[in-house]
């Protein structure tokens, strides 16, 4: 397997063009998938929120997918043979979070950017979909004064347990494989039951 690494600023649109067009030199003209994964998620309250810091999460979480769709979107259509393309946003853009007004407008302005790629792009044979994640256990709340924090995210899950990357990696294969050719413009709930209700304590 032949496999590169490339740096890049995503909220920056000329480095999110030059790595689309990197990876595509690098593999004769050949792209097939694209995943969306980049992502920043800090906690602030919106009343103490500094333009900087929204403007940030939206540039990254927001802007930058945008930049690296339409340039692999370009791409895709001059191959001519199709494509699939993947967002990884959040439950975060179904409801609202204290201290993440940023990051809530971020991921439900990605959920919505994915339906209308879509629709411009079904025409090409390119399938556009989202995942929206929920508390997926990457380390981030280990220390311990986020201990509650994790505890209470925990309580609302009806599986009981954060998830794993691999829970999220699975679907995106899926969704990237050949057994997906009908599914476009959705957005799947990924989060162990917690979208579905409250647990009874």
Known sequence: ??????????SN?????????????EFNGRLEILVNNAGIYPFTEAVKMSDEEFNRVIDTNLKGAFFVTRTAAQKMIVRGQGGRIIAITSGAGHSGRFGQTHYCSSKAGLRLQCMAFAIEL????????????????????????LQQVREF???KILLRRAGKPVDIANLAVFLASEKANWITGADFRVDGGEAAGRIPD
């Open 13 to 25: 649109s000329v480095q999110a063009t030059q790595m689309v067009e990197t990876v595509v030199k």
């Open 122 to 145: 079904a025409s090409y044979g390119i399938n556009v979909n989202s995942i929206s994640v929920g508390f997926v256990d990457t380390g981030q709340f280990d220390t311990p004064e």
């Open 1 to 10: 397997m032949h496999c590169i690494q490339v740096q890049a600023d995503v």
């Open 153 to 155: 995210i925990l309580k």
